[in-house]
């Protein structure tokens, strides 16, 4: 089983939609959670990291964080076609060293 | 901003040959890495580094090698190179993390796009 584990996609929405990425990981010591965005033929990028159970919103962005189902979402609101690209979830193991899933293929259609 | 450096961006040479992909950083950070990453696919951590004089290989078996002589330097070398060895490399450095304010955000360098003949 991976430690992190992404659906490939593609998740295809429509321009104004909220498109709504899922992570699930499998050890239960993680502690802190990343999404980080790829846009085709570029390096990863920072969306929004999240430690705590719950909700944490950053503009259009919400991260979702269930630790007892160790499950991570990203939600994006009013979903735009420069929004399309691959989502990584990753999380930060005890070793500080940053694991990320196989990304998801999001397609915001105008 | 983040300033992180990698070169070339791009390298086709032929098999056997011997290349280093060079990678720096300005902001001090003590933790770097080395990914690797085929189009569309997943990134995987080949090396990373604590600082100075630390070195650790990653979860994916490669080849290649690395130093961490300077704090601002995190080079990776392959001795002969094959075209198993083709490939995007993509390197990135933290300042760390703290319970109080997270800084385990990694920063990526624009990535080494190597192809081997």
């Known amino acids: 089983q991976k430690e992190v584990e992404q659906n490939s996609g593609p998740l295809s929405v429509p321009e104004g939609a909220i498109a709504s990425l899922n992570c699930t990981y499998s050890?239960?010591?993680?502690?802190?959670f990343f999404w980080y965005r790829q846009y085709s033929g570029k390096s990863p990028e920072l969306i929004m990291f999240?430690?705590?159970?719950g909700d944490k919103e950053d503009g259009r962005f919400t991260a979702q964080l269930n630790k007892a189902s160790q499950y991570v979402s990203l939600l994006i609101r009013d979903s735009q076609p420069s929004d399309s690209a691959t989502y990584l979830c990753?999380?930060?193991?005890?070793?500080?060293?940053?694991?990320f899933g196989s990304g998801t293929r999001l397609l915001v259609r105008p | 901003e983040a300033d992180i450096y990698q070169t070339p961006r791009y390298l086709v040479i032929g098999t056997g040959k011997k290349i280093t992909l060079e990678c720096s950083q300005t902001?001090?950070?003590?933790?770097m890495y080395w990914y690797q990453q085929d189009p569309g696919m997943e990134l995987h951590l080949i090396h990373y580094?604590?600082?100075?004089?630390?070195?650790e290989k990653g979860d994916l078996s490669s080849e290649s090698t690395v130093s961490r002589i300077r704090t601002e330097h995190f080079p990776l070398t392959l001795e002969s190179a094959r075209p198993s060895h083709t490939s995007q490399y993509l390197c990135?450095?933290?300042?760390?993390?703290?319970?109080?304010?997270?800084?385990?955000?990694?920063?990526f360098g624009e990535g080494s796009r190597l192809t081997v003949l």
């Open positions: 990135a450095s933290s300042g760390g993390w703290r319970r109080d304010r997270n800084t385990g955000e990694l920063f």
């Open positions: 050890d239960r010591g993680s502690q802190s």
């Open positions: 999240i430690y705590s159970n």
């Open positions: 990753a999380l930060m193991d005890s070793s500080y060293k940053l694991i």
């Open positions: 902001m001090g950070h003590d933790k």
């Open positions: 580094s604590y600082g100075v004089n630390s070195t």
